[in-house]
């Protein structure tokens, strides 16, 4: 059974920087892709970044780019989500995904394992 577990979310001001955690259990972390999508107040869940299984190829939102970095420590099993020069607009509840295989994606639909979420509120 894959468990993920996310952390570091807060409340912090617009320009501020935050950084998320996201510890795995349950298989072979290395050989599989891992996403971070958000959540806010009465919108649909959106992909924020993802990065490969093996090489760790990254990828992200047109929202976010040159702002978040995503990476992943494969001794520690966790990926991390630094996220700079937020905006009240980044605020949303933040989850940590994983789909089957070593393929990342954009789609929400295509990852089977989620976290229990983590809050990030930035105010103006």
């Known amino acids: 059974q894959v468990q993920l577990v996310e952390s570091g979310g807060g409340l912090v001001q617009a320009g501020g920087s935050l950084r998320l955690s996201c510890a795995a259990s349950?298989?072979?972390?290395?050989?599989?892709?891992m996403g971070w999508f958000r959540q806010a107040p009465g919108k649909e869940r959106e992909f924020v970044a993802a990065?490969?299984?093996?090489?760790?190829?990254?990828y992200y939102a047109d929202s976010v780019k040159g702002r978040f970095t995503i990476s992943r420590d494969y001794a520690k099993n966790t990926v991390s989500l630094q996220m700079n020069s937020l905006r009240p607009e980044d605020t949303a509840v933040y989850y940590c995904?994983?789909?089957?295989?070593?393929?990342?994606?954009?789609?929400?639909?295509?990852?089977?394992?989620w976290g229990q979420g983590t809050q990030v509120t930035v105010s103006s």
């Open positions: 349950g298989r072979v972390f290395s050989s599989y892709a």
């Open positions: 990065i490969s299984g093996g090489a760790g190829s990254p």
């Open positions: 995904a994983a789909p089957p295989g070593s393929s990342g994606s954009t789609r929400s639909k295509d990852y089977v394992y």
